[in-house]
């Protein structure tokens, strides 16, 4: 058998490298089409970084499962992108948006609606201060500016006879009066002024002077241990003066007062209670009172 001639074969390899460098990237191309390639053959590790393009991809190749979490950042949305026919349709989950990612400059104009919103979403966290106002409110919720209830079941359950009539103040004081000092202010309920005097000896008394002309007074006391009195001052003038007396001789024995004066002032009646009481301590009168009034 005949050798075969070494010359020859170099000569054949250089013909076939000369092809391939002249056309072979041509003729390799064609070699292998689309169908000749096996479903699955194609890993990510054989597809360049890079490489494949937003136009490579098919309308709507991308679903929510082949998105990763946190895949969706804001830097990927346009402004005004995210219209109501977007939000709750699930084409992006929950679970692809970074937390942040959708900011307001994302959400197009009344994109988030009522129904887009879970059950209490919505706290009073989520609402800032001062931005609620009457028109947000359902009518009949709240009464208004100095408005008026018309019915009971808006003053809590209670009849309008339950509350205090007018203003209703309730008022509370307590002063120390040295030995020898008179007429020192203790409270004014709008029909008159109570005031404390200390005499000699620290024996405390108590005065209601008038503001208003004939009102209702009426008072009653208990003086330590056990004297009770009643007594009453009707048609008072304007500035005329009841005194409650200590009697109790020279010492300064503790008293329990009431004042209870009624009005009416050719509409309606006004009256103020006062519960007050004096001691002898120290050497000093101390004098409390709390009082209800209806001015």
Same mark, same amino acid.
Not at 18 to 30: E, H, K, N
Not at 127 to 148: E, K, Q, Y
Not at 160 to 167: D, H, I, N, R, T
Not at 259 to 264: E, G, R
């Given at each position: 058998?005949?050798?075969?001639?070494?010359?020859?074969?170099?000569?054949?390899?250089?013909?076939?490298?000369?092809?391939?460098?002249? =056309?072979?990237?041509?003729?390799?191309? =064609?070699?292998?089409?689309?169908?000749?390639?096996?479903?699955?053959?194609?890993?990510?590790?054989?597809?360049?970084?890079?490489?494949?393009?937003?136009?490579?991809?098919?309308?709507?190749?991308?679903?929510?499962?082949?998105?990763?979490?946190?895949?969706?950042?804001?830097?990927?949305?346009?402004?005004?992108?995210?219209?109501?026919?977007?939000?709750?349709?699930?084409?992006?989950?929950?679970?692809?948006?970074?937390?942040?990612?959708?900011?307001?400059?994302?959400?197009?104009?009344?994109?988030?609606?009522?129904?887009?919103?879970?059950?209490?979403?919505?706290?009073?966290?989520?609402?800032?201060?001062?931005?609620?106002?009457?028109?947000?409110?359902?009518?009949?919720?709240?009464?208004?500016?100095?408005?008026?209830?018309?019915?009971?079941?808006?003053?809590?359950?209670?009849?309008?006879?339950?509350?205090?009539?007018?203003?209703?103040?309730?008022?509370?004081?307590?002063?120390?009066?040295?030995?020898?000092?008179?007429?020192?202010?203790?409270?004014?309920?709008?029909?008159?002024?109570?005031? =404390?005097?200390?005499?000699?000896?620290?024996?405390?008394?108590?005065?209601?002077?008038?503001?208003?002309?004939?009102?209702?007074?009426?008072?009653?006391?208990?003086?330590?241990?056990?004297?009770?009195?009643?007594?009453?001052?009707?048609?008072?003038?304007?500035?005329?003066?009841?005194?409650?007396?200590?009697?109790?001789?020279?010492?300064?024995?503790?008293?329990?007062?009431?004042?209870?004066?009624?009005?009416?002032?050719?509409?309606?009646?006004?009256?103020?209670?006062?519960?007050?009481?004096?001691?002898?301590?120290?050497?000093?009168?101390?004098?409390?009172?709390?009082?209800?009034?209806?001015?």
């Amino acid at each position: 058998m005949r050798k075969p001639n070494m010359s020859s074969a170099a000569f054949a390899l250089s013909a076939v490298a000369l092809f391939v460098a002249l =056309g072979g990237t041509t003729w390799a191309s =064609g070699l292998i089409a689309g169908g000749q390639i096996k479903n699955g053959t194609i890993t990510s590790k054989k597809i360049h970084k890079g490489a494949v393009t937003s136009v490579d991809l098919a309308k709507g190749a991308v679903q929510t499962a082949n998105l990763a979490g946190d895949a969706v950042q804001s830097a990927d949305l346009a402004d005004g992108s995210v219209t109501t026919s977007k939000i709750g349709n699930q084409a992006v989950g929950t679970t692809q948006l970074a937390a942040g990612s959708v900011t307001s400059s994302q959400l197009a104009a009344a994109s988030v609606t009522a129904t887009k919103l879970a059950p209490n979403a919505v706290s009073s966290a989520n609402v800032i201060d001062g931005s609620l106002t009457a028109s947000d409110v359902a009518s009949n919720t709240f009464l208004p500016a100095n408005g008026t209830a018309t019915n009971s079941t808006e003053l809590g359950g209670r009849l309008p006879s339950a509350f205090v009539q007018g203003k209703g103040n309730i008022l509370l004081n307590r002063i120390t009066v040295a030995a020898g000092v008179s007429g020192q202010f203790l409270l004014d309920v709008g029909l008159g002024e109570i005031d =404390g005097t200390c005499l000699a000896g620290a024996k405390p008394e108590l005065s209601f002077t008038a503001e208003v002309n004939d009102p209702t007074f009426v008072e009653w006391g208990t003086l330590y241990p056990n004297t009770a009195d009643v007594n009453t001052a009707n048609a008072l003038a304007i500035g005329s003066t009841y005194t409650e007396p200590n009697s109790g001789g020279g010492s300064g024995l503790p008293q329990a007062v009431t004042f209870q004066i009624t009005y009416n002032d050719g509409s309606t009646n006004q009256m103020a209670t006062v519960w007050m009481t004096a001691q002898d301590e120290g050497g000093t009168c101390v004098f409390t009172a709390q009082a209800v009034t209806s001015l």
